[in-house]
């Protein structure tokens, strides 16, 4: 089981930028597919963006698609979410998981994740 923390969240105006980190502990990271999820008030839990084990295939929900990128460095047990051009609607609380099934159905176990806010 891998253990994950969340940070880099914050407001925001439209049109800028913030980077998420996800600080995962155990020594299995390296091998587990990633995502980044998020869930709005008053909205279900969603994908956002999937990476693979070694960080060769990635994929987006269409909403973030070509304004998000994921990333990972496995040396470090880090996973990262750029975001640029945010949006208002991209106000969530956003989430790392590990991945069961590609490229988003998350495993069980979820951090407490980290408040981003885009004022309009």
């Known amino acids: 089981q891998v253990q994950l923390v969340e940070s880099g969240g914050g407001l925001v105006q439209a049109g800028g930028s913030l980077r998420l980190s996800c600080a995962a502990s155990g020594r299995r990271f390296s091998s587990y597919d990633m995502g980044w999820f998020r869930q709005a008030p008053g909205e279900e839990r969603e994908f956002v963006a999937a990476?693979?084990?070694?960080?060769?295939?990635?994929a987006y929900a269409d909403s973030v698609s070509g304004r998000f990128t994921i990333s990972r460095d496995n040396a470090k047990n880090t996973l990262y979410l750029q975001m640029n051009s945010l949006k208002s609607e991209d106000t969530a609380v956003y989430y790392c998981n590990a991945l069961n099934h590609w490229p988003s159905l998350p495993s069980d176990y979820w951090g407490q994740g980290t408040q981003v806010t885009v004022s309009s």
């Open positions: 990476i693979s084990w070694r960080g060769g295939n990635t």
